[in-house]
């Protein structure tokens, strides 16, 4: 993943070079998550085996893999690379296009359909808090700004320095079928920090991250269609 | 409450289960007074149906009186006597705006399930395997209905349970069956299965002006009643040869439309059925589909093939060839109940059908797991059984 504002590189840096114990340690981690990923034989367990290989590659090197051939510093050269996680997603959904556009705009209503979020606060000037809580219960915390807004047509974010995670991303939102319908396309690119790969992916991403996406929008869809997300049991799926 | 629950494979029980509550805002709690076991839920009693869990209520035909309604509902009130249709729909996506209200987008909550199988998912339905979303069934003394401001039709009280109950399900989907023929006056319809959903397919053949339909099966008390009631022309697979014997009834030409009401259990005599039983037995194939391949074949040029029944898997040997040959148009899926429902019920209010005429046993909750069982072994001349779960022994 490529977002690497320079100070999460920093971060990353200053943490990438430990003694002999620490890394085999850290060799042994990846490899059992490796394995154990494999094992599963199912697309999480791959997510977790992709996830832990930059763990093993600075377990044996001493360094996180070099994600980006620009300058670290330089966000949009880190976003054009090929290594990290990008998941997209598309869903259409049967509403106008401002009112798809107005519900989403609002960060407030994330919450109901991003159902690992806890809070979105919006701090004004493009800026937002966020806050999500794994299956473990532990909280996960990010601010963010966008970076780039064009009404009805696309949000784009990025999470700010000195967050627990990197991520960018972009919703896309476009009219089809002579107004009648909007489809949704989301992409989403994350970096999870030094330390917490598997904490992350297992906190915010409590499964396959396409598949998490893919809920979200369903969420919206069904929230903006049917009024109400529906469910078999008291929990939604 | 009492519930009818799948245990297993061939392992139906009645538990107390607990009572089911308003979940979503446009939800209704109906007081079950009549429910039946549809010829699909054998299916889930043989093990077909994949993602049934240990526990799930079964059954998706059911009726009753509304005795709770979610916030957002303003369409039924508390006593409401309603009819429940087994395909749950939203009311506002896509499909259900276009009347293909079986394949609705917001109301499998486990669509994820279906996509990984089928690529995308349709309409959740009520205690039919969690890939089609785990709702609880209305084999019960009480079930929650989702969406019930869109779904649920008021019945009025003139027209007994019995009359109405059909309306859940096999009238309807024998009707679309029907509907999907494209009946012209004068023309012969073929109908494979003559069980409750072939019985209804018969009738409402006859009410969109066929001129003649041909009952296939190999039970005489079903043939008999489709002979009788349904005024088709029966014949028995076990007796004659069915593409000669429809050869020779349409002068050579063929039927203008044939239906499977048979679907994925299919029973034949011929060789390519007992091919199926030894690939299913072994797990190599899922579906047998005997009767499809026959209305394949003996269907007419430029005719069409209608499958009400229900199809899971992968089908072997599925003769493509002669339905390209022949110009055939293949029509099939889940019914689309909410498009149906109320032009039936008037139907049955201008007295022009009473779906009562399928019923053999009346029984109460209690008689699910012996009922399943003799449905499925066709004994005592078991067609339709209606379980009444206010009532006892």
Known sequence: MQVLTSSARETIESNGRGDAAQRWATIATATAAIAFGISRRSVPGLCLAAAATPLAYRGVTGEWPRLANGRADDTRAALGGKAGVLVHEAMRVEKPLDEVYAFWRRFENLPQFMTYLETVTDLGNGRSHWVARGPAGALVEWDAEIVNEVVNKVIGWRSLPDSDIVTAGSVNFTPVRNGRSTQVAVRLQYAPPAGRAGSWLATVFGREPNQTIREDLRHVKQILEAGEIPRATAEIV | ?393
């Open chain 2, 1 to 393: 409450m009492k519930a009818v629950c799948y245990h297993g494979k061939e392992d139906i029980r009645v538990d107390t289960v607990p009572d089911p509550t308003i979940l979503n805002p446009r939800d209704a709690i109906v007081k079950v007074t009549a429910t039946a076991i549809c010829g699909s839920d054998l299916h889930i009693y043989g093990g077909y149906i994949p993602t049934m869990e240990k526990g799930d209520v079964l059954g998706h035909e059911f009726m009753g009186e509304v005795v709770e309604v979610g916030r957002d509902n303003h369409k039924l009130k508390v006593g409401d006597r309603v009819v429940v249709p087994f395909t749950i729909a939203c009311g506002h996506c896509y499909f259900c705006k276009e009347q293909m209200w079986s394949l609705c987008d917001n109301s499998n909550p486990n669509a994820w399930m279906a996509e990984k199988l089928y690529g995308f998912s349709g309409s959740g339905l009520f205690g039919y395997s969690h890939m089609y979303g785990g709702y609880p069934g209305g084999q019960a003394e009480f079930a929650r209905v989702p969406f019930a401001d869109v779904g649920p039709l008021k019945v009025p009280d003139s027209l007994t349970d019995e009359q109405v109950l059909f309306l859940s399900d096999i009238f309807p989907t024998g009707y679309m069956a029907a509907e999907n023929c494209q009946i012209k006056p004068g023309d012969t319809v073929a109908v494979w299965g003559c069980g409750p959903v072939g019985q209804f397919a018969i009738q409402s053949a006859f009410l969109l002006g066929a001129e003649r339909v041909i009952a296939i099966d190999r039970f005489a008390d079903r043939l008999d009643l489709a002979a009788s009631g349904g005024r088709a022309t029966a014949l028995n697979y076990a007796d004659v040869d069915i593409p000669e014997a429809l050869r020779d009834l349409t002068g050579g030409q063929g039927p203008d439309a044939c239906i499977d009401a048979v679907g994925l259990e299919s029973h034949g005599t011929t060789l390519d059925a007992w091919y199926d039983r030894a690939k299913a037995s072994m797990y190599l194939a899922t579906d047998r589909p005997h009767a499809l391949r026959q209305a394949i074949g003996c269907c007419r040029k430029g005719g069409t093939v209608s499958i009400p029944g229900v199809y899971g898997g992968w089908l072997d040997k599925f003769p493509l060839g002669a339905a390209f040959a022949k110009g055939l148009t293949l029509k099939m899926g889940q019914t689309h109940m909410h498009k149906y429902m109320p032009l039936l019920l008037d139907r049955i209010e201008r007295g022009e059908i009473d779906p009562s005429f399928i019923i053999t046993h009346r029984v109460t909750l209690d008689d699910a797991p012996d009922m399943y069982k003799t449905f499925r072994e066709k004994a005592d001349d078991c067609l339709k059984v209606v379980m009444k779960p206010g009532t006892h022994h």
